[in-house]
C-alpha cells in the first residue's frame, strides 16, 4: 500500500496505450490487425550505422562516457545544427538516450509550479504529460481549424501568448498532422517570442522527412531567437533507430549547465557505443539511405491521399513526418476501438493529441498494408 506522489497522479498513461494493447489481444487471439498507430519507421537501421555500433563494442566502448556526451557525437551534433543555419558549439549539446529526455529535461529546467506553457494542438501527447509532471500550467492553440497551419492562427497565438508565457513548444513537421510551418509562420512564432521573451523548444524530430521538395528551417537559426530557442532532436525517426534510444538537446550554456545537472544525476550518460554509432549516422555515408527512406514515405503518402479520395475521403494532405490526420466521428475514442475491433486496423484517437474528431494513422507500413488498411475501413463503413 504505497502512497504516491501527487505529481505522478497528475499524468495518465499514454492515451495510445490502450489502442496498442487491444490490438496485442486481437493478435494474440489470431487476428491479422493492420497497426497504424505506432510512429516508429518500418525499415531496419542502416546497415553502416549498426556495423559502427558494433565496432565501438568489439573496440571497447561499453563503460560510462562522460555525461554529456562523447566528444565526436557532440562536435558532430554541432556541425550538423551549423549546417542548418544554428549558431552552435560542441559544449552546447547534452546528448540524451532520446529525444524524449532531452524534452524531460527542459522542461524540468526551464518550468517551475503554475509557470505557463503554450501548445500547438493537435500536440503530440507527451508535452502535455512532461508539462503537468513540471508542474506547468497550459494554455493552447487549436490549428485543427485551419487545416493544422500555423499561419492562419498567429492572431490567435498572439491572442493567447503574454509576459506571462514562460516557454512555446513547436513541432514542425508535426506529429500527429504532419504540417510543417512555413517560414513565415516561424517568422511570426519569432516576432511574438521577442515581443514577449519567451524561450521555444523546436522539435525537429522528423527535419529529415520531408516532401514536395519542402526544406526544413530551424526556428533556432532565425535572427532574435539564437539565445532563447532549445533544439530538440534525435535519431529515431530520421535514421530509424527507436531502440537505440539517442537524440540531444542544442540550448545557450547556461540552460546547459542547469540541464546537465539532472542528466547526471538521472541518466548519467547515453549508452556509450550507441553514441559511437550517431557519429557515423550523421555522416554522409547514410545520406542515400534516409533519402531513400523519405522518398518511400512519400509514395505512400501519395498513396495514402489517392486512396481515401477515391472514398471521398479528404485529409489535409502532410508535408512531412509519417501521420495523417483522418477525419472520423466527434467520438473519435468509440471510431477507433471499433475501427480495431470490426476492421482489425489499428489507429490513435485525435483526442489523444487534443484533437477530438480525428484519427491518427501512421503510414510507416507497406504500401500493402496500406491499401488492405483503407478497403476494410471502406468494406466496414469506417470510411
Ligand atoms: N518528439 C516527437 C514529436 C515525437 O513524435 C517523438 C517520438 O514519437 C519524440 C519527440 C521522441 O522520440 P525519441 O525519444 O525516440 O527520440
Redesign the pocket.
Known amino acids: 500500500n504505497f502512497e504516491f506522489s501527487e505529481r505522478v497522479g497528475r499524468v495518465e498513461p499514454s492515451a495510445t496505450l490502450a489502442i496498442s494493447n487491444l490490438a496485442s489481444e486481437l493478435e494474440a487471439q489470431g487476428e491479422d490487425v493492420v497497426d497504424l498507430s505506432v510512429?516508429a519507421p518500418d525499415f531496419p537501421t542502416p546497415e553502416n550505422i549498426v556495423q559502427a555500433a558494433k565496432d565501438a563494442m568489439d573496440a571497447g566502448h561499453t563503460g560510462y562516457t562522460s555525461s554529456n556526451g562523447i566528444p565526436e557525437l557532440k562536435e558532430a551534433i554541432a556541425e550538423k545544427l551549423r549546417g542548418n543555419g544554428v549558431s552552435a558549439e560542441a559544449d552546447e549539446v547534452i546528448v540524451t538516450p532520446?529525444?524524449?529526455?532531452a524534452?524531460y529535461e527542459t522542461f524540468q529546467t526551464l518550468i517551475d509550479d503554475g509557470d505557463e506553457v503554450v501548445l500547438l494542438d493537435p500536440a503530440?501527447v507527451s508535452y502535455e504529460a512532461m508539462v503537468k509532471l513540471a508542474g506547468g500550467s497550459l494554455k493552447r492553440v487549436d490549428l485543427a481549424q485551419h487545416d493544422f497551419r500555423l499561419e492562419p492562427a498567429l492572431d490567435e497565438l498572439a491572442d493567447t501568448v503574454s509576459d506571462e508565457t514562460k516557454l512555446l513548444v513547436v513541432?514542425s513537421p508535426s506529429?500527429p498532422t504532419g504540417g510543417v510551418f512555413s517560414d513565415e509562420a516561424l517568422e511570426g512564432v519569432r516576432d511574438l517570442a521577442v515581443e514577449h521573451d519567451i524561450a521555444v523548444i523546436s522539435?525537429e524530430?522528423y527535419e529529415r522527412i520531408t516532401y514536395d521538395g519542402f526544406e526544413h528551417t530551424s526556428l533556432g537559426s532565425l535572427d532574435g531567437m539564437e539565445d532563447r530557442t532549445i533544439t530538440?532532436n534525435?535519431f529515431?525517426k530520421a535514421f530509424s533507430m527507436?531502440g537505440w534510444?539517442l537524440?540531444y538537446l542544442h540550448a545557450p550554456s547556461d540552460l546547459i549547465a542547469q540541464a546537465g545537472k539532472l542528466h547526471s544525476h538521472s541518466v548519467s550518460c547515453a549508452v556509450n557505443f550507441v553514441q559511437h554509432a550517431g557519429v557515423e549516422a550523421l555522416s554522409e555515408r547514410t545520406d542515400d539511405t534516409v533519402e531513400e527512406m523519405r522518398e518511400a514515405f512519400e509514395g505512400r503518402r501519395d498513396m495514402l491521399v489517392d486512396l481515401l479520395a477515391e472514398h471521398d475521403v479528404d485529409v489535409a494532405v502532410p508535408k512531412g513526418a509519417f501521420y495523417m490526420m483522418l477525419p472520423v466521428d466527434d467520438d473519435d475514442q468509440a471510431w477507433c476501438e471499433g475501427a480495431i475491433q470490426d476492421a482489425k486496423v489499428a489507429t490513435v484517437p485525435g483526442s489523444a493529441f487534443n484533437a477530438p474528431g480525428y484519427a491518427r494513422i501512421s503510414y510507416a507500413a507497406s504500401e500493402e498494408r496500406l491499401r488492405e488498411a483503407v478497403e476494410r475501413l471502406a468494406e466496414h463503413d469506417y470510411i
Open positions: 510512429g532520446g529525444g524524449k529526455q524534452l503530440w513541432n506529429n522539435d524530430i530538440i534525435g529515431s527507436t534510444r537524440g
